[in-house]
């Protein structure tokens, strides 16, 4: 069984006010030692996504079905995917109870 949570397919990210349909593949922990939830993952190469943030650092919104977070775009790889971070709350569905996480493993 596996700590982390995630979620894979297409997101909603806002950059500079500017939205775009992406796809995305994230992942997340909760991290006892500062407690808080750490979210990160990377977002499928995008011409659009690259020519808003051209390779820079930048604060964006990522929102997947009704949950809309800000994260942070860094570098992107050498394939082109931008790497995005956030703390707290994910922009996906995490099990909240037992029940939920031995449903979602079953």
Avoid: N
């Amino acid at each position: 069984m596996s700590d982390e949570d995630g979620y894979a397919g297409t997101a909603t990210l806002v950059v500079d006010g500017m939205e775009m349909a992406v796809q995305v593949d994230l992942r997340g922990h909760f991290q006892p030692i500062d407690g808080y939830y750490h979210w990160y993952g990377r977002i499928s190469a995008s011409g659009e996504l690259t020519a808003a943030v051209g390779g820079r650092k930048k604060a964006c919104t990522v929102a997947v079905e009704d949950r809309s977070v800000d994260g942070e775009l860094s570098d992107p790889d050498p394939w082109g995917r931008y790497r995005i971070t956030g703390t707290s709350t994910p922009p996906f569905s995490v099990p909240t109870s037992l029940e939920e996480v031995e449903a979602a493993t079953a």
